[in-house]
C-alpha cells in the first residue's frame, strides 16, 4: 500500500514538473522579445513633400541626406509602461538615436538627437516565411540649429524651434533562420505637433531610409 501511494506521489511530481517545462517552452516560444538590447544604422533621404504627401506615395528629394545610430531597450513583460501599452503592441521599446543632417544644397550640416518609446507589432501569420515586425514611436527631437527642410520658404533659423516632436514608422523583415539581424524601412519625421512646440506651427520634415538591425 505504501509503495502504491510512493509512486502516485511521483506521478503526481512528475506530472507537475512536466507541466512546468511546458508552460516556460509555451511562453519563451510566445514572447515577442528577441533580445533586451539592438543597435540600428539608418541613412535616408529628406523629402521636399510634407508627411502625408510621403504616405501617400509621393517624393522627390530636399538635398538632404540623415545618417543616424540607434540603441534600444526592450522592456520587461512584467514593466508597467509595457503592461500598460499591452492590449495594444505586442513588445514597448524606449529608444534613442543620434542623427547627423548633410544638406548637399543649402552646404548645411545639423547635428540631431532623438529620444523615443517605441510600440511594436511582431506576430503575423506568415512569420515561419519571413519574420517581419511593425512599429510606431514617439518622442522628443533636438537640432543643433534647425535645418533648412524643417524651415517654411528658407526663413531665418531664429524663427523655428530646435526642439520638436519625433514620430517614426518603420518596417522591418528578417529571415526566421535569424531574427536578430533585420533589414529596416523607416520614416523618420520632426514636426511641432500641431503647434505643441512654439513658433512656426508649419516647421518639420520627413526622411525615409534603410538601415540595418541587431539584437542581442
Not at 543643433?144 to 527642410?149: G, I, K, R
Amino acid at each position: 500500500m505504501l509503495i502504491k501511494k510512493n509512486e502516485n506521489l511521483n506521478s503526481i511530481i512528475k506530472l507537475l514538473l512536466l507541466s512546468i517545462v511546458c508552460s516556460i517552452a509555451s511562453a519563451a516560444k510566445a514572447s515577442p522579445d528577441l533580445g533586451p538590447w539592438s543597435v540600428m544604422f539608418y541613412r535616408g533621404g529628406t523629402a521636399k513633400q510634407n508627411f502625408g504627401q510621403v504616405i501617400s506615395g509621393q517624393y522627390s528629394s530636399f538635398g538632404e541626406t540623415i545618417y543616424a545610430a540607434e540603441i534600444a531597450y526592450t522592456l520587461g513583460q512584467g514593466s508597467l509602461i509595457r503592461l500598460f501599452f499591452k492590449p495594444l503592441f505586442d513588445t514597448v521599446q524606449v529608444a534613442g538615436n543620434f542623427a547627423y543632417r548633410h544638406d548637399y544644397v543649402n552646404h548645411d550640416n545639423v547635428k540631431e538627437g532623438n529620444l523615443y518609446l517605441i510600440g511594436r507589432w511582431t506576430r503575423f501569420p506568415w512569420e515561419s516565411y519571413i519574420s517581419n515586425s511593425l512599429a510606431i514611436g514617439d518622442g522628443l527631437s533636438y537640432d543643433s540649429h534647425p535645418p533648412f527642410a524643417n524651415r517654411e520658404n528658407n526663413q531665418p533659423a531664429n524663427n523655428f524651434n530646435k526642439l520638436l516632436n519625433y514620430l517614426m514608422l518603420e518596417a522591418t523583415f528578417a529571415l526566421p533562420s535569424n531574427p536578430q539581424l533585420q533589414l529596416v524601412f523607416r520614416m523618420h519625421h520632426t514636426c511641432t505637433a500641431w503647434g505643441t512646440f512654439p513658433k512656426n506651427p508649419s516647421a518639420g520634415s520627413t526622411n525615409i531610409g534603410l538601415g540595418l538591425r541587431y539584437y542581442f
